[in-house]
């Protein structure tokens, strides 16, 4: 077989960032995919307190990267940090007003980015391919950490 993984998986990389640019256009919205991909995280667990090592583990970025996120999040009024009785150093982050509004926006444009990815896949080609990328970041994160 003559494909490169890893050039394919960029191409695919980059037209889903594409996509998601003209989504947001549409939709009026102005945040980037990892921040709306952040918000979204934080309205599913709204029920329990996320602190920024939970994002940085969901999106798998290092601290200062994780940081920088959240910093212009908190900046433009998507989110609120808040103390935690039991240890006054963690942040509990919250969504704010804006956010819940926007939400339902968020939400539509995954839901429709995802069904445009699934397109014409059955359920058994999905299985394959979550195993085969499941296997290919295994791999990756056992040649990191050796």
Do not use: P, W
Request: with cysteine; proline share 0%.
């Amino acid at each position: 077989m003559s494909k490169n993984v890893g050039q394919s998986l960029r191409c695919l990389q980059r037209l889903i960032h594409q996509k998601v640019e003209v989504l947001k256009m549409e939709s009026k919205d102005d945040l980037s995919l990892v921040q709306a991909h952040t918000l979204r995280y934080l309205d599913e667990h709204k029920e329990e307190d996320v602190f920024q090592r939970d994002i940085e583990k969901i999106l798998n970025v290092r601290r200062s990267t994780c940081t920088e996120i959240l910093n212009v999040l908190e900046r433009d009024g998507y989110i609120e940090r808040h103390s935690v009785n039991s240890d006054k150093r963690l942040k509990k982050l919250v969504l704010t007003a804006k956010t819940k509004e926007l939400h339902l926006t968020i939400s539509k444009n995954v839901e429709r980015l995802e069904a445009l990815l699934k397109k014409d896949i059955n359920e058994e080609e999905l299985e394959i391919f979550f195993k085969v990328i499941d296997k290919m970041k295994q791999n990756v994160k056992e040649d990191l950490y050796d």
